[in-house]
Each structure stands twice: as C-alpha cells, then as structure tokens.
C-alpha cells in the first residue's frame, strides 16, 4: 500500500528529528545539583587506596580528603555522605566506636566544614561500621534489640552533629527512630540539623561492594531481613514513609535504587515531601563492570541517573556524582 500524505499524520519522529528540538521537548534532566557524592574515610595517613570490588572508588585517610573534596568544590556538588572504614581492633559487639567524639566520622566532619564550609555533609546513623558482627544494631539473644538500639543511635547522632554535620541520615531501619532522634537533636538545640530518612530500605542483594568497603562484608552474619524491608512488599514502604514523615524527616529517600524505581514513582505521587534514590553500590559496579568488558558503553551512566529523574527523585546519592558532574556540561 503506498502512503497518501494523510497518513500519518502524528509522526512523533518530527520532535526527535533535531539535537535542538530534543533539547527543548526534553521533559527531565540530570543537574549537578542533584548529586550526593558518598565518600569513604579511614585512618593513616598519606593514603589514597583503590577499593577492589568497586573499580574507581577510594578510600581517603584524613589528611587525603582534600584530593576528593577540591573536586567536589570544583565540580559544585552541593553534598556529600561520609562513611568510615572502621579498622577491625575498633569493632566490637555494641558499636561502641559509633560514640566516639574522635572518631573518623567526627574527625572528617570538622575538617570539611572548616574548609569547605558552603558543601553540605551527611552522616549515616547505624552501627554496621562498626559492629563486630555487621548489623545495624545491637544484637540480644541473636535478635537486634529495636529500642536498646535505639539508646545508641541517639547518641551517634547527636556526637554526629556536635561535630557539624548538616543532614543526619539515619540508615538502620529501627522503628521509631526518627522520632526520637529529632527530639533529642531539638532539645540540644540542633534544630537546623536536617533528617533524611533512609525510609524505604530494602533488605537488598545489592550492597555487597559497599559492605567490603566499609569492612563488614566478611563480619556480617545472616542478612538483616528482619529490619530492612522485604523486597516483594509495596504498601510497606508507604507505612514506612507514613510514620517518619509524621516522626519528623524533612526528605525520604529509597534505597536501592534501580530495581525499586516503581516505589519512587509511587511515594513521589502519594506525598508531597522532597524524594531522594540511592544508587547503591552492586548498581555502581554492575555499570562500570559493564563499561569495562565493552558490554555497555559509558552514556549507559547518564542513562541511570536519567531513570531517577523520571520516577521522581530530587536527588541521587551516587559513586557516580563525581564523573558525571565532569561531563555534565558536554551532555546533549
Ligand atoms: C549501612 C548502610 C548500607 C548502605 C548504606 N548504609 C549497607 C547495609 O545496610 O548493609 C549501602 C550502600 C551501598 O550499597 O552503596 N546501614
């Protein structure tokens, strides 16, 4: 049959025809200002190390930071999440370490606020770095005590933001702890001190990288399944969402990110609070090992954090945020 001019007469090719006209029917982008860049501190000194399961990811000792923050500054990313590599002589059964004053958080928190005072910092509030087990909380009688745990991370949250940290984001998936953590932040007069909310966090298969580099992924017993949330569930995650926005969080975030984008759509659509996606470590090294093996090539790293952006989030934690802040500007 040959075509007579009337049809079609939609050819939804016309609004893709030009780079220009791509350009301005685009409906979403990815910004710098979206981008949360987690770094990973430990102690010693001078040292710069690779971390082997995630290819591009450091660790920096103290007197290092600076390489990676310079960058950060540079680049204009306006946050960024601190985690300790906890050496295992540090570790023990309560976490104890997660109350020190002095510890590598505090030490990293004071030094980035002194130099790069206009750069946000947030810190997680859960004791895996620094449990001799791995989990997240105390362990009693093999089960994590919920409200024993809770004592403690207070307490590390409040030394979190003595030391001067901006956005406490508490990761550990206790019940109530939003709750409780913004009543004690009130009360010592850190009123300005935000809370993101780790939410809705899956009791995921994708953490693994993060695990090594944090030094818990050999430590860690079982699976934390009966804290983290169990990834066949939907209206959970709203319940989650529910409590801590009424507990207090100024901003939910969704963890990981990938597979669980259905649930940024959703909880966007159903509450209107700021939504942040943690592109999780086994994502991060998925793509890169991808991109290494020639399986993918390199705009497949836009292409994900494009993903996020459609769902509905503000912001992205991401091992990314560095690289893809580079090349932002040539993008399109
Ligand atoms: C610890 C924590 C985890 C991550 C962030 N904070 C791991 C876990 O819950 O076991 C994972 C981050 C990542 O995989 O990139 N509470």
């Known amino acids: 049959m040959k075509i007579n001019g009337k049809f079609p007469n939609v050819r939804l090719r016309r609004v893709r025809n030009s780079k220009w006209m791509r350009n301005l029917v685009s409906e979403n982008n990815v910004s710098v200002n979206d981008l949360i860049l987690p770094i990973f501190v430990r102690e010693g000194k001078n040292i710069i190390e690779n971390i082997k399961t995630m290819p591009g990811v450091k660790r920096y000792s103290l007197n290092k930071l600076s390489s990676i923050m310079n960058l950060v500054k540079k680049y204009k990313i306006p946050m960024v999440a601190i985690f300790p590599y906890t050496p295992k002589n540090k570790k023990d059964k309560n976490g104890l370490e997660a109350l020190n004053k002095n510890n ?58 003595e030391a001067g940290c901006d956005v406490i984001a508490p990761s550990d998936m206790m019940d109530g702890r939003i709750g409780v953590i913004r009543k004690a932040l009130d009360k010592k007069g850190y009123k300005n001190v935000s809370i993101i909310s780790y939410s809705a966090k899956y009791a995921s298969n994708f953490y693994g990288p993060f695990r090594d580099a944090v030094g818990s992924k050999s ?29 207090g969080a100024d901003i939910v975030m969704i963890k990981p990110g990938l597979p669980y984008l259905d649930i940024i759509r959703n909880i966007k659509e159903n509450f209107k609070i700021p939504v942040f996606a943690y592109q999780v470590s086994g994502e991060y090294s998925l793509i890169k090992f991808g991109i ?29 945020a560095l690289e893809i802040a580079k090349k932002l500007k040539n993008f399109n």
């Not at 928190?109 to 810190?123: A, L």
């Not at 939907?234 to 529910?242: L, P």
């Not at 399986?295 to 989030?313: C, H, P, Q, T, Y």
């Open 104 to 161: 590598l958080v505090c030490k990293s928190v004071r030094y980035i606020k002194k130099k790069f005072p206009n750069i946000g910092v947030m810190c997680d509030v859960a004791l895996d770095p620094y449990t001799s087990h791995g989990h997240d909380g105390i362990l009693v009688k093999n089960r994590i005590d919920n409200d024993k745990t809770l004592e403690i991370l207070v307490k590390q949250a409040l030394i979190q933001a």
């Open 219 to 247: 430590i860690l017993k079982s699976d934390k399944k009966t804290y983290q949330m169990d990834f066949r569930n939907t209206n959970e995650s709203f319940r989650e969402i529910g409590l801590d926005i009424k507990e």
């Open 292 to 320: 290494k093996n020639k399986l993918i090539n390199n705009n497949s790293v836009i292409e994900s954090l494009m993903s996020f952006k459609r769902a509905g989030a503000s912001a992205i934690v991401t091992y990314f």
